[in-house]
């Protein structure tokens, strides 16, 4: 097979479980006769030779995105998604890969799978996600609840990652299990090979932790036990090596948190070290490898201490006890329980007795479980199990029924005033690469002369022209769906353009894909010419939780059924604006999902006149207050929505705060800040509203938002304020 494994960690320069998995298990495909190649982030001395590439192992450096569009991608986990789907379509024209993995941590494969379900991108190939735990899954081990617009969207990514995935590969049944009903996927364990000498056996009692100081790693649970057998008279030194990590109490150190959980009498017996690459030696030395985690997927350091002959006390929440065979090649207790790990302990280290008996026995588990040959053919299998069942891209839009004269997409475009951006739009519609479709284009009740004017001059077959009172957006669609013949609908406003590509692409996702309530793609912004792109936005589709706090659905420019839509009511014409966000809403509130192509085929037009921009503060909480009532049960878990607005508000609260304080005098600041923070420590239920409602103001673009800000700090408050 032509093999590519992808992943942005590559061992041994970032080290880790994914980056030793990869680099171990690109070894093996190549051993047993593939060609591989590895797809990793760019670092110095990549090509140089910084890294050791194993023999007839291609490593190819992810090339970063480059241009205004680049400014869509400000999640970095993101931006290097998309820069591996855009790299990975070059070496997959050279190369024709049969197979490429992904790991599902900070959604790296996303894109790329996307384009396999929307593009037809990478057809040939099975497209593999191996699981190592999902960033949620690590985020609530470690009680980390902080959740923002862009952690949640990565989140989403992942999960529809491994639901999009041709073939999910899992090193254990555990974490399929821990994923919950629906999950289903291969189990292969990670590969490794015996180190060519076995531990030795240590009179000494010493005790190893390997890995890094994580809340979810367990470590304070050996701490705790271990001072517990101090107390009972057992000597023995504790070695613990591993990175520090902000999973302590209120997202602080967990090295500091771990060192006052320690009595000062023992502290001289616990050792505090960096990671260090060379594991085996540390392994060596020590007499017991305690993995004390609350939940662990198969940490390599484990496997590495079994491959090795230590003896390994293990929690049995995890992958472990796939692999342990109680009391022949390691010791289990129960997670979470200091007193029974307390108990394992002391026999462990009590006598030699236990460690010279698993020895052996642990090798040769590893040997049996982990080789990587038999690693390799249990992928082999699985590839060619998936690979004629594998997703090979939505098919062309079928032609119209014959004798059927209704078109198979009606264009909405509302119309007030836009005389001067018309012309372009309709240029856009008219350049599709499928040509079924009809406009509708509605007046409502345009003011302006030349604009008006326009109108009488539009004359052509595929246009339609509605006019009517002035009555708003949505009362313009609505005007345009009654009349409107497509089975689809495209609204389309008149300042925006699409790609020619757009409708084709959209129509052929639709009739590929059940249950899908809208085709949108990702957003290009520009200001006067497309050609120019200042940014673009990336819609994530139909989370629910994500959809309570802000439209992350689409624009208004998605296809949608328009049996659906009319089922649906239309728009609602209470709203002035937000009205697609409650249009998708109420698609998801009926199960439907979304679907986002990942090319920009919509060009969004910035102006400082629209309507985003314009917008009262007073109407827009109006506006969402009165969304958030009408949707009041679309978020599955509350819980995650209100993070997402907390941590929206904390940090556009702190983006304030660094511009105000870059351009207001020190002395000033401190008393605009004393003042704002004593207003809101009387109206605590308000805090949340205060900072909410500052993210909504609109900045005048042709001045920095610190420079409004300070005018705004530096008037004279009002009398009794």
Same mark, same amino acid.
């Given at each position: ?120 991108? =990478? ?79 240590? %009179?000494? &009692? ?39 990590? %902000?999973?302590? &109490? ?143 891209? %939505? ?15 009606? =264009? ?185 192509? &990942? ?123």
């Amino acid at each position: 097979m032509r093999i590519c494994l992808v992943s942005k960690a590559l061992s041994p320069v970032t080290g880790g479980d994914i980056g030793t998995y990869v680099s171990r298990m690109a070894r093996a495909f190549a051993e047993a006769g593939h060609e591989v190649h590895v797809l990793t982030a760019p670092r110095a001395g990549l090509v140089a030779g910084g890294l050791t590439e194993p023999p007839g192992v291609r490593i190819h450096a992810v090339e970063e995105l480059q241009g205004g569009f680049a400014g869509a991608f400000a999640h970095p986990p993101l931006r290097h998604a998309m820069a591996v789907y855009t790299t990975l379509k070059t070496l997959h024209a050279r190369h024709s890969f049969d197979f490429i993995e992904f790991p599902e941590r900070e959604c790296e494969g996303f894109f790329a799978l996307r384009a396999k379900r929307t593009l037809g991108h =990478f057809a040939s190939a099975v497209l593999a996600v191996r699981l190592h735990t999902p960033t949620a899954e690590l985020l609530k081990l470690n009680r980390v609840a902080t959740l923002t617009q862009d952690s949640a969207q990565q989140e989403f990514f992942e999960a529809a990652s491994i639901r999009e995935a041709d073939l999910v590969l899992s090193p254990t049944r555990a974490l399929l299990e821990r994923l919950g009903p629906g999950h289903s996927g291969v189990v292969v364990p990670y590969p490794l090979a015996l180190p060519t000498e076995s531990a030795a056996v240590h %009179p000494r &009692p010493s005790v190893l932790y390997l890995g890094p100081l994580e809340y979810r790693k367990g470590v304070h649970l050996l701490i705790d036990a271990m001072q517990a057998l101090f107390a009972r008279g057992l000597r023995a030194q504790v070695r613990l090596i591993g990175d520090d990590t %902000p999973t302590g &109490p209120g997202g602080g150190s967990l090295l500091q948190w771990l060192k006052r959980r320690i009595d000062p009498a023992w502290s001289e017996r616990f050792h505090f070290e960096p990671h260090r690459a060379d594991t085996e030696r540390a392994i060596a030395t020590a007499a017991v490898c305690c993995v004390p985690s609350l939940w662990d997927n198969l940490p390599y350091e484990g496997l590495g201490a079994l491959a090795a002959g230590c003896l390994v006390v293990a929690s049995d929440a995890g992958g472990l006890t796939e692999v342990i065979e109680e009391g022949r090649s390691g010791l289990l207790f129960r997670s979470g329980d200091v007193a029974h790990l307390t108990d394992v302990l002391e026999k462990a280290l009590g006598t030699p007795a236990p460690r010279e008996a698993t020895r052996e026995h642990a090798r040769a588990r590893i040997a049996a479980y982990c080789h990587p040959a038999s690693i390799v053919r249990q992928v082999e299998a699985a590839v060619a199990d998936a690979a004629p069942k594998r997703y090979q891209g %939505p098919p062309k839009p079928a032609a119209r029924a014959p004798g059927s004269d209704a078109p198979l997409v009606s =264009f909405l475009v509302p119309y007030y005033n836009m005389g001067r951006y018309l012309p372009e739009t309709l240029r856009s519609i008219r350049a599709q690469t499928l040509t079924d479709y009809e406009i509708v284009l509605v007046d409502d009740g345009s003011t302006d002369s030349e604009s008006r004017a326009l109108l009488d001059t539009l004359h052509a077959p595929d246009l339609r022209i509605v006019r009517k009172r002035n009555g708003g957006l949505s009362s313009a669609r609505n005007a345009g769906l009654r009349v409107a013949r497509g089975r689809y609908i495209l609204p389309l406003d008149p300042d925006d353009l699409i790609e020619p590509t757009f409708l084709e692409k959209a129509v052929a996702v639709m009739e590929a894909t059940p249950g899908l309530g809208y085709v949108t793609s990702l957003v290009a912004y520009f200001r006067e010419s497309p050609e120019n792109v200042v940014g673009g936005w990336i819609p994530s589709g139909l989370d629910r939780d994500a959809l309570w706090v802000v439209n992350a659905a689409s624009t208004c420019t998605a296809l949608m059924e328009r049996r659906l839509l009319e089922a649906l009511g239309g728009y609602d014409e209470w709203l002035t604006a937000f009205e697609d966000w409650d249009v998708f809403s109420r698609m998801a509130e009926r199960g439907l999902t979304g679907m986002v192509i &990942p090319e920009p085929l919509f060009l969004y037009r910035r102006r400082s006149d629209s309507m985003t921009h314009t917008l009262r503060l007073a109407e827009r909480l109006l506006l969402l207050s009165y969304l958030s009532n009408k949707h009041a049960t679309l978020a599955l878990d509350p819980g995650r929505s209100l993070r997402i607005r907390e941590g929206e508000a904390h940090r556009m609260e702190a983006r304030l705060l660094a511009e105000v304080a870059a351009a207001v005098p020190p002395p000033l600041m401190n008393r605009v800040a004393d003042r704002v923070n004593g207003t809101l420590k009387r109206f605590d239920l308000l805090h949340h509203t205060l900072r909410s409602a500052a993210r909504h103001v609109a900045p005048d673009e042709s001045r920095p938002i610190r420079h409004q800000l300070v005018d705004r700090l530096r008037r004279k408050p009002p009398s009794g304020a």
